[in-house]
């Protein structure tokens, strides 16, 4: 082994060696790329992040459209709220859109909260058998 010198696999599998003239060139170099990895790693780890959150964000705005929306712009058969003169698009007061909101975000609200019930009786299970398998 050379001193001073250091390898660095790359994602394609090939083998880097680098050599610095002195110790003091080394450790500045080494402690210089650990500080780029880790910066990389919590970046990468924000990307991430914001994709769940995006995706999330999606995912709650097209459930709100399938729950408070879509049922209020189909044409009733009743003709409640239909336009009664031409019989094309229907007539949503805004009572009722406010209505339908509220119900989704209530539903979601509700969706979230059956999660952490979940997430806490996991949690909950997870320690009872710890304990059995230690006691």
């Known amino acids: 082994r050379l001193p001073n010198a250091f ?7 090939k083998c880097h060696t680098f050599r610095a003239f002195n110790s003091q060139s080394f450790r500045v170099w080494v402690t210089s790329l650990s500080e780029k990895i ?3 790693h919590g970046d990468g780890m924000m990307d991430l992040a914001n994709v769940i959150a995006e995706e999330e964000t999606l995912a709650r705005s097209r459930r709100m459209d399938d729950i408070a929306v879509t049922p209020l712009t189909m044409p009733s058969s009743s003709g409640a709220l239909s336009n009664r ?6 007539i949503i007061s805004m009572e009722i859109v406010r209505f339908g909101i509220a119900v989704a975000a209530f539903r979601e609200l509700c969706r979230h909260v ?5 997430q806490y009786n996991n949690q909950r299970a997870r320690a009872v058998n710890v304990q059995t398998r230690v006691g």
């Open 114 to 118: 059956n999660d952490a019930i979940r």
């Open 7 to 13: 390898r660095m696999l790359t994602s394609h599998g």
């Open 38 to 40: 880790a910066q990389k």
């Open 85 to 90: 003169k031409s019989g094309k698009s229907p």
